[in-house]
């Protein structure tokens, strides 16, 4: 069994992947109604937050096309801040719904930076929404959510937040930082397979959506809540993602939110701190740098695609590469989820067998 | 355990249940490249078409949305073929991304008359597209798709198939009925959980992809196309799903095509006769009686929500009742999948039992 630190999918303990493997049930019935009452009171518990928490069976990613849809129409100026692929990556979907996307672009590896934010929001009053990620997989790169949030609301626009990667994982208080559509999915920190992306929806968010132009009918914010009421999802749900997120969720309530961020801090910590010890330089503004996803500059010779073929075929373990224009110019480990000190351990230990063999020769 | 005989989800054989615990791997890696090559292959048989199938994470709802917005632009005419809930849902979806919609309704119960498409798309011939639901899961009854798609290629239209709870159940020879796009879904005759809908795509329907102007991002068949050419999907896919999907196809192509719809016919046949034997009325036109749900009218007193409460607590059998206008009036006996002869008998069985203490004094 090879031990998967990308960042998602993410492993699954045993006790979600038994609820995987239960038979179905009626996604119209009373047993159902019951599971996806229990399973949105918990995500809510760990979203933080009293509004809306909806579980669309999709990808991340048709969780952020769904934020965009439900608030958004054809000619709305949007803020487009990013600081990676995914960043792009939402900004692209709003520009696909015919949002008039306004570019702010940090450079890749660092955060993005609240004031530029409020330069602007306060050059074009006609923005009507920000796009933020919070935590940018593709860098390794958390933004200070907080400090963004706060500029965003200074202006008083909608803020529509890509935490994918970071919810459930690290601190996000999505009423308090005022996140008005917070998107994440089953594959990351909540340590269950992919297939279920899940969306908080502020009551800002719902203004909005009463006058958003853009079509949807799968996506559909109004659905969703209408069928939440009597117990159902308005289309048939990934039945056993529901099952897995119940098992997990319990998990995560028994550990304790701010238990889970402090191992994430502590086993990203580890990551960087073997990093370095091995002579590898961090990609990300160490500032900055991720706790779900550490991201490592290639340098010293180093071929960072022999290096993770040889770290999968000789020790079993699962690195991902650099996406786009970082392809072969860094490498990452993931450790959301289901992952502890030991787990990079063994990813540090095999990394100091296999870099002599992908071409390291020391850091520059 | 409650056994479900409702249309879908659908009961999981245990090797498919096993395969859905499957811990998680590399959605971009060497092993799933191979797996969504070989489910692939085996949807490509098992649709019986040589153009391409895709994988998109989501229910059949969203793999409608995807036919739409893949190949339709705002402002095409559209004809929407409805005979029932699933159809009138086709035309929604169109009507939302801004096609105009030319509704051709046949009375629930019915299917619908090839003549009549016929006289529809010669009346109007600036209609492009045709939307048409295979099996209508909310009456019971399959349309004679041959005849339909007949009508519909002597005037050169693109065809767009709702199959979800038909495909792989009941013959449908995608590439000989020139099917443009067929949608299915993992829940139905596949035998596997809620979470992927399959869509093919032929040559003409890549044609209108080229034209299609409704926006689109998460349902991109082009992004859907370039990814699988890797082997991989461009979102993270509901690789559980996947992995069920495997070995349920593999389950299927050893049954065979023809068994398969063979046996879901014997089933029907079952169904249909045991009911009358109870002296409980056919919903649909029986010559078009569909070989995976049978719709049963409420009469002779029957009321219907407390017989599926009865029959579930009683019996451990799940039925399922009327949609919208059908709320009531009539309840369905789901018969696809992982279903048998030994299953519609326990379903009249019960049906003996709790018939009376739900009212039923015998048919009018």
Redesign the interface.
Known sequence: ??S?R?P?????PEEV??A????????R?PEYDRIIGQVTDNLKQLFQTEGDVFLL??????GL?AAVVNTLSPGDKVLSVTIGVFGERFG??AR???AEVVPLSFEWGTAADADEVRRALKADPQIKAVLVTHNETSTGVTNDLAALSAAVKEFDKLLLVDAISSLGSIDLPVDKWQCDITVT?S?KGWMV???MAMVSVSQKAWQAYAEAK?????WDFKAAKSYLEKGQN????????VFALQVALEMMLKEGLANIAARHARVSQAAREGAKSLGLPLFADEKHASDTVTAIAATGGLDTKKLIKIV?EEHQI?L?GGQQSLDGRIFRIGHLGWVTEDDIAAVMTALKTALPKAGFSGAK
Request: proline residues 13%; hydrophobic residues 40%.
């Open positions: 069994m090879e998967l990308i998602g999918p993410t492993p699954c992947l038994q995987m493997a239960r038979q179905m049930i009626n996604h019935g069976t999709a990808s991340g990613t048709g096309e692209t979907i696909q719904f015919g999915a594959q397979p992919p297939g853009m079509p949807r009918f799968y308005p289309w048939t749900p990934a039945v056993s993602i999968r699962v991902a």
